[in-house]
């Protein structure tokens, strides 16, 4: 195995940024190893899942899902589809809820994984620990955490990873899974990208639904 391949796989297994795994390819095409086209496209994978970037993955009723990448942890990529999949109510009867207990969390890690995902897909989507703080003007609960491979955003989140309203706005309006001023409400971000703390009624059918997810890029 030739210097160059080492020195390609160093930025490989330790890159910090796209800059560096864009030197990995140079250096993997450079070095003519047989492994080497292996590498160039986990590279190439990396570098399109850039934080910021949008990206495809998935399908649902014949339409391509298009993600932008939010956030990374290590090889790891959280997406957040750029406009709804469907809309949904959060839960199907009018009853207090709480994100654990709902019936969209259960869609969405049920039908909707099934539905969006090829298996070899659906094997890159990992379950990851989803903090449900209550609401910051209310004081709702929101109920236990939970482990879930999709969700959608909280207040907190949407104010994280959007911090300009602009950015999150649609022109119609979507669900979060923070509660309301009580549990038979959900927060909702509106149509000009303004958070409604007070809640949407859950049963509401017509509730814009945008999957995050975090996929494990190999």
């Known amino acids: 195995m030739n210097e160059i391949y080492n020195q390609a796989m160093e930025k490989y297994t330790h890159y910090a940024n796209a800059e560096d795994l864009k030197e990995a390819v140079r250096l993997f095409r450079e070095s003519g190893e047989d492994g080497a086209a292996k590498y160039i496209q986990k590279c190439e994978t990396l570098i399109e899942y850039t ?30 589809a750029e406009t709804p999949v469907t809309r949904r109510p959060y839960h199907d009867t009018p009853t207090d809820t709480s994100w654990k207990d709902c019936s969209l969390r259960r869609w969405l890690n049920g039908p909707f994984l099934e539905a969006a995902f ?4 659906r094997a890159k989507i ?4 989803v903090e449900n703080p209550r609401n910051e003007v209310y ?23 959007f911090p300009d309203p602009r950015d999150r706005a649609l022109g119609d309006w ?4 923070t509660p309301g001023s009580n549990l038979f409400s959900a927060v909702a971000v509106y149509d000009d990208g303004s958070l409604y703390p007070f809640g949407i009624h859950v049963h509401y059918e017509n509730g814009g639904v945008r999957p995050a997810i975090w996929v494990l890029l190999k």
Do not use: C, H, Q
């Not at 979507?174 to 899974?177: A, F, G, P």
């Open 51 to 80: 934080v910021g970037n949008t990206v495809t993955f998935g399908s649902f009723e014949g339409r391509p899902i298009r993600w932008r990448v939010l956030d990374e942890r290590g090889r790891m990529r959280m997406l957040l």
């Open 118 to 121: 090829t298996p070899a897909e």
């Open 126 to 129: 990992t379950a990851v620990r």
């Open 139 to 161: 004081f709702t609960n929101a109920g236990l955490n939970t482990m879930d491979r999709a969700y959608v955003l909280n207040t907190v989140e949407a104010e994280k990873y």
């Open 174 to 177: 979507w669900w979060l899974r």
